[in-house]
């Protein structure tokens, strides 16, 4: 059994994940209301591997005998009304997740939950990636986003990205 506070984290963890789902479904209807079709393909497939992670929190928490509690999610809260600003927006977002994730890291470290914490390692990883790749669309906004030709082949490229479920073995 988990220590309650460790549960009580990993829960709301699960709410959390599916919040950022939403919010990145948000980001994608902006960039393709705006026509830039390759952005929202990229935060669609964001918003798919945010609702994976959500799953594999449920999982790990049914894995482990504990009672899942869903709430209702949040409405995005962001005016999304600039390209750049929404990519920042993400990058806010991704450290938000990450100091989420410090926060259940330590309190399973606390408790020596070594379980919770090697399951929690595959996390701590998947954060840096996001962080990274959040960052990279900022500075290859700021670069091209201004000339037409560029920002095109931009989007070109966002729309090439497909869908890769994680590989986190419960």
């Known amino acids: ?11 709301n963890q699960v709410n959390k994940e599916f919040y950022s789902a939403y919010l990145y479904l948000d980001f994608s209807v902006y960039f393709d209301d705006i026509g830039l079709d390759g952005f929202a393909n990229w935060y669609q497939i964001q918003a798919q591997e945010e609702r994976d992670h959500a799953m594999l929190f449920l999982k790990y928490l049914q894995n482990n005998g504990c009672k899942v509690t869903l709430d209702a999610i949040a409405k995005p809260d962001k005016v999304l009304k600039d390209k750049l600003e929404v990519l920042e927006f993400g990058l806010e977002h991704e450290r938000y997740v990450t100091s989420l994730i410090h926060e259940m890291y330590e309190a399973a470290h606390e408790v020596r939950d070594f379980r919770t914490t090697q399951f929690l390692d595959w996390f701590v990883k998947e954060q840096g990636e996001e962080e990274k790749n959040a960052e990279d669309l900022i500075k290859k906004m700021k670069l091209f986003g201004d000339d037409a030709k560029s920002l095109y082949m931009l989007n070109s490229e966002m729309a090439g990205r497909v869908y890769s479920a994680p590989s986190l073995v419960l």
């Open 1 to 11: 059994m988990l220590d309650a506070k460790v549960a009580e984290l990993l829960n």
